[in-house]
């Protein structure tokens, strides 16, 4: 059985997330943190993995951004834990740019 095209919603222009930032969106019923890097845009489940933190505002660098609350580490393009504090994966949703916007995955 073949399962359903993603749905794409736009949450803001690509040029209001300049790179090197970070910024969350309400995508259906979730919210989703964005990140514009170098190597491109990644999306994670804003909550942290840990114990809720907004990975949004956490510190972020080359691929892996790290939570403000209590230090735990993950890489942006797989949601996989990085650094000394392990924790369990974050969630990673698909992120696209058409037209000029930031498309990320509904679920
Ligand atoms: S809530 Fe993110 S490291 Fe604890």
Do not use: N, Q, Y
């Not at 749905?7 to 990140?35: C, H, M, N, Q, Y």
């Not at 660098?61 to 993950?74: E, K, L, N, Q």
Request: hydrophobic share 40%; glycine share 10%; charged share 25%.
């Amino acid at each position: 059985m073949d399962s359903p095209e993603p749905k794409f919603v736009p949450v803001a222009r690509l040029a209001d997330l300049p790179l090197g930032s970070a910024r969350a969106f309400e995508v259906g019923r979730k919210l989703v943190a964005v990140f514009h890097t170098a190597e491109g845009l990644f999306a994670l489940d804003d909550h942290c993995p840990h114990s809720g933190g907004p990975l949004s505002e956490g510190d972020l660098r080359s691929d892996v951004v790290t939570c403000r609350w209590h230090g735990a580490g993950f890489r942006l393009s797989t949601g996989r834990s990085a650094g000394a504090m392990r924790c369990k994966p974050a969630t990673c949703f698909s992120v696209r740019v058409h037209d000029g916007w930031i498309e990320v995955e509904e679920r």
